[in-house]
Nanobody, 116 residues
Framework: QVQLVESGGGLVQPGGSLRLSCAASGFIFSSYYMSWYRQAPGKERELVAGITSAAGSTNYADSVKGRFTISRDNSQNTVYLQMNSLKPEDTAVYYC?????????WGQGTQVTVSS
């Protein structure tokens, strides 16, 4: 049974930091491209960051470049999103995604709220 379980969300003040984690099980994690998406109220889900299976390459949305860092630990079947210098516009539900060819899996999401 495939599972992606996100954690680490919460309420943080502008300028603060959070680290999201996504624990995977039920598939060969090390062979999947992993991504973080987010969806704010009334908006479409958007790609935040992605990382290749061997962590050799990453990509980021322009809005988070220089502030967010995606990483993975294939020995722990976990992908992370370190979020620094958070802004109110980063408020959203953050989702973990695993993709390989025609297979794609989603987590249930974790809420991140940036507010003073």
């Amino acid at each position: 049974q495939v599972q992606l379980v996100e954690s680490g969300g919460g309420l943080v003040q502008p300028g603060g930091s959070l680290r999201l984690s996504c624990a995977a099980s039920g598939f060969i994690f090390s062979s999947y491209y992993m991504s973080w998406y987010r969806q704010a109220p009334g908006k479409e889900r958007e790609l935040v960051a992605g990382i290749t299976s061997a962590a050799g390459s990453t990509n980021y949305a322009d809005s988070v470049k220089g502030r967010f860092t995606i990483s993975r630990d294939n020995s722990q079947n976990t992908v992370y999103l370190q979020m620094n210098s958070l802004k109110p516009e980063d408020t959203a539900v953050y989702y973990c995604n695993a993709k390989r060819s025609s297979y794609a899996y989603w987590g249930q999401g974790t809420q991140v709220t940036v507010s003073s």
